[in-house]
């Protein structure tokens, strides 16, 4: 059996194509941590951590995934057998609490290497693919409206993208409604338009904000208040006909649980990086499943490694009621694979290859990296 014989992860820092501006940050570029395991055969499995905004989103920065990867992860690693990733797994949750972000990296690289060893897909290892195809809409975030709808504009006409996901929380209830709904009218009637608010309303400002939202014509707002505020996501769920998603609020099964237990009528945003791992994600939305709760697939704004992953464990599940929005690889003006994932008929292909189905270009990783 094939063992772990080295651990290398690197900082790498790619420019956006224009800045991506949320309640709580804007970003002019995207830090990815990006992990490689060789195994005692020569072969090689890829993995990421990506955040947003260094520590504007959660608990993880790009340098704290980096360092505890590199002084407490990669220890538990060194001569394990590649053949059970779990088990790997495992020993690292026992030893290791929190750092979701650095154990989807981790997770990721073992599934991508077993796939590789055994020639087979990721999503193959995680049950087995129902769809080669995963829509994807876009997020607008430039903070300027008239370039928000010329850039949907382009994006509809060029099939890229139907569905647009709108940054606000930034500005008054007022303002940001004007915003949206400006946007909503000069796409029209077909184009589903949804908010993040990133936890920046009250519940005043959101009972305000989803009764506008609503009349303008908006299809869901996700996390509108801070994330510890469950219940109040289940009274705004059930006060309006506008959907509620929860995305902050909700990392693993026990967050998702109580949430359920409480009654939640809306949706959850699926991400790879909040629940530590693909494997992982996939419990999380096991539990909204039994409990009748949408799924969306979400995302940190990974790159092309990190979504690819998230891509593959998303195939595997019947229906994303609400929707997914894999498309961080577009918001970077550079990618560190060979060959980018296929985004065509307003989604993205899963790719077919073993394991991810990506393979590094070296070059790039090199310009790349903070230090190589
Ligand atoms: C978030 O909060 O949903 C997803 C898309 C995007 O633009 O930001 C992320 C994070
Ligand atoms: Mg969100």
Same mark, same amino acid.
């Given at each position: 059996?094939a063992?772990?014989?080295?651990?290398?992860?690197?900082?790498?820092?790619?420019?956006?194509i224009?800045?991506?501006?949320?309640s709580?940050?804007s970003?002019?570029?995207?830090s990815?941590?990006i992990v490689?395991?060789?195994?005692?055969?020569?072969?090689?499995?890829?993995?990421?951590?990506?955040t947003?905004?260094?520590l504007?989103?959660?608990?993880?920065?790009p340098?704290?995934i980096?360092t505890?990867?590199?002084?407490?992860?990669?220890p538990?690693?060194k001569g394990?057998?590649t053949?059970?990733?779990?088990?790997v797994?495992?020993?690292i949750?026992?030893a290791?609490?929190?750092?979701?972000?650095?154990?989807?990296?981790?997770?990721?690289?073992?599934?991508?290497?077993?796939?590789?060893?055994?020639?087979?897909p990721l999503s193959?290892l995680?049950?087995?693919?129902?769809?080669?195809?995963?829509?994807?809409?876009?997020?607008?975030?430039?903070g300027?409206?008239?370039?928000?709808?010329?850039?949907?504009?382009?994006?509809i006409?060029?099939?890229?993208?139907?569905t647009?996901?709108?940054?606000?929380g930034?500005?008054?209830?007022?303002?940001?409604?004007?915003?949206?709904?400006?946007?909503?009218?000069?796409l029209?009637?077909?184009?589903?338009?949804?908010?993040?608010?990133?936890?920046?309303?009250? !519940?005043?400002? =959101?009972?305000?904000?989803m009764?506008?939202?609503q009349e303008?014509?908006v +299809? /869901? &707002?996700?996390? $509108?208040?801070?994330?510890?505020?469950?219940?109040?996501l289940v009274?705004?769920?059930?006060?309006y006909?506008?959907?509620?998603m929860?995305?902050?609020?909700?990392s693993n099964i026990?967050?998702?649980f109580?949430?359920?237990?409480?009654?939640f009528?809306g949706?959850?945003?699926?991400?790879?990086?909040?629940?530590?791992?693909?494997?992982?994600?996939?419990k999380?939305a096991?539990v909204c499943?039994?409990?009748?709760?949408?799924?969306?697939g979400?995302?940190?704004?990974?790159?092309?490694?990190?979504?690819?992953?998230a891509?593959h464990?998303?195939s595997?599940?019947? !229906?994303?009621? =609400?929707?997914?929005?894999?498309f961080?690889?577009?918001?970077?003006?550079? +990618? /560190? &694979?060979t060959? $980018?994932?296929?985004?065509?008929n307003?989604?993205?292909?899963?790719?077919?290859?073993?394991?991810?189905?990506?393979?590094?270009?070296?070059?790039?990783?090199?310009?790349?990296a903070?230090?190589?």
């Amino acid at each position: 059996m094939a063992t772990i014989s080295q651990i290398n992860s690197y900082i790498v820092d790619i420019p956006t194509i224009r800045p991506h501006k949320l309640s709580m940050t804007s970003m002019a570029v995207q830090s990815m941590v990006i992990v490689r395991i060789r195994d005692s055969e020569g072969r090689e499995g890829i993995g990421e951590g990506t955040t947003i905004g260094g520590l504007a989103y959660g608990a993880e920065s790009p340098e704290s995934i980096k360092t505890n990867i590199d002084s407490y992860i990669t220890p538990l690693l060194k001569g394990k057998g590649t053949d059970n990733p779990q088990v790997v797994m495992q020993d690292i949750h026992r030893a290791i609490r929190g750092n979701s972000i650095a154990k989807s990296a981790i997770e990721t690289a073992l599934l991508d290497l077993l796939g590789k060893t055994l020639n087979v897909p990721l999503s193959t290892l995680l049950g087995g693919t129902l769809h080669s195809h995963i829509p994807c809409l876009w997020v607008l975030a430039s903070g300027d409206t008239q370039r928000d709808i010329d850039e949907a504009k382009t994006m509809i006409a060029t099939g890229r993208h139907n569905t647009f996901k709108l940054k606000i929380g930034n500005r008054s209830v007022q303002d940001d409604v004007a915003h949206v709904a400006a946007i909503k009218s000069a796409l029209g009637n077909e184009i589903s338009i949804r908010v993040d608010v990133n936890q920046a309303w009250t !519940e005043s400002d =959101a009972n305000l904000g989803m009764a506008l939202l609503q009349e303008a014509g908006v +299809d /869901i &707002v996700e996390q $509108p208040t801070s994330a510890g505020q469950l219940d109040s996501l289940v009274r705004l769920a059930d006060k309006y006909r506008i959907g509620v998603m929860a995305d902050e609020s909700i990392s693993n099964i026990n967050d998702c649980f109580e949430l359920a237990k409480r009654g939640f009528s809306g949706s959850v945003a699926l991400k790879i990086a909040k629940a530590g791992g693909p494997v992982q994600a996939l419990k999380v939305a096991t539990v909204c499943q039994a409990a009748g709760i949408d799924l969306y697939g979400g995302t940190l704004l990974e790159g092309s490694i990190g979504t690819a992953a998230a891509i593959h464990a998303w195939s595997t599940l019947p !229906e994303l009621q =609400a929707d997914s929005e894999m498309f961080g690889p577009l918001l970077q003006r550079d +990618d /560190i &694979v060979t060959a $980018p994932l296929n985004y065509h008929n307003f989604g993205v292909d899963v790719p077919r290859g073993p394991g991810l189905g990506l393979t590094l270009d070296e070059d790039k990783l090199k310009e790349y990296a903070r230090s190589y």
